[in-house]
């Protein structure tokens, strides 16, 4: 009978000291790590943050060069007509969603911060479109500041995998990393956690025997799926064979 992988897990208490290991080994693997997003001022790396929800960074990068020559300004995105906005944008997927975003995003910042993208958390959460991973990214990549660590699907999975945490909202799976690992790491945390699980632990088949860090993580080689016995593929065969008449 298959177990499951959460059965099969070693028991690993999260502390920082293992933790730090996880993100050396990573790091050696990674070590330019950062967005893979394209941009040349911090108002474009939030309209492309915006747009990455949902979508490959890659598709977002064909997207914005033509995106930011048409639009020149945070006025011009704040102007813009939402319709025409999604015509735009629409193969990053949530196109409706994200111009409705990237609009209000833009008045705001031209109606309170004179058009400029401010770099404090508490008010980059503010903006119309903007939660705690995008002002995230912002703050780490736009200003070098580690207000906190991004989370996104990548680094839900593989955090909850590495034993960093057993949450699933992804405001508690922050608290617990920024628990795990000292403030001056924060940035790339997340930006290697997203590298690793997009190279090596995917969601449906990881590739732990290729893993820098299998040997620190509670989950390594326990999501590979058993080769039935011969007892096993016997009594499948018992089950499912026509019962003869007597």
């Keep these: 009978?298959?177990?499951s992988a959460r059965s099969k897990q070693k028991t690993y208490v999260a502390n920082p000291k293992r933790a730090i290991a996880v993100l050396d080994g990573l790091r050696?693997?990674?070590p330019e790590a950062r967005t893979a997003l394209e941009y040349q001022a911090p108002f474009e790396l939030l309209?492309?943050?915006?747009l990455s929800a949902q979508c490959t960074d890659v598709r977002v990068n064909m997207v914005t060069p033509g995106l930011f020559k048409k639009y020149q300004s945070v006025a011009a995105f704040a102007g813009a007509n939402q319709a025409e906005l999604e015509r735009d944008i629409h193969s990053t997927g949530f196109f409706r969603m994200k111009a409705k975003s990237i609009i209000g995003c833009s008045k705001a910042?031209?109606?309170?911060?004179?058009?400029k993208v401010p770099s404090t958390m508490d008010e980059l959460v503010t903006l119309p479109g903007v939660g705690r991973k995008t002002a995230n990214v912002v703050l780490s990549e736009a200003f070098g500041k580690n207000e906190g660590v991004v989370v996104d699907t990548h680094?839900?999975?593989?955090?909850?995998r590495l034993g960093f945490t057993e949450n699933e909202d992804p405001v508690k799976i922050e608290q617990d990393l920024i628990a795990l690992i000292p403030r001056e790491r924060w940035g790339e945390v997340g930006l290697v956690l997203i590298l690793h699980g997009r190279k090596t632990c995917m969601a449906r088949k990881p590739k732990c025997d290729e893993c820098e860090v299998s040997k620190l993580c509670p989950s390594a080689f326990s999501f590979e799926s058993e080769k039935?016995?011969?007892a096993m593929k016997a009594a499948v065969k018992k089950k499912t064979s026509p019962r003869r008449r007597r």
């Design 47 to 50: 309209v492309a943050t915006i």
């Design 1 to 3: 009978m298959k177990q």
């Design 109 to 115: 910042l031209v109606e309170r911060f004179g058009g």
């Design 28 to 30: 050696k693997v990674f």
């Design 228 to 230: 039935p016995t011969h």
């Design 155 to 160: 680094v839900q999975r593989v955090s909850q």
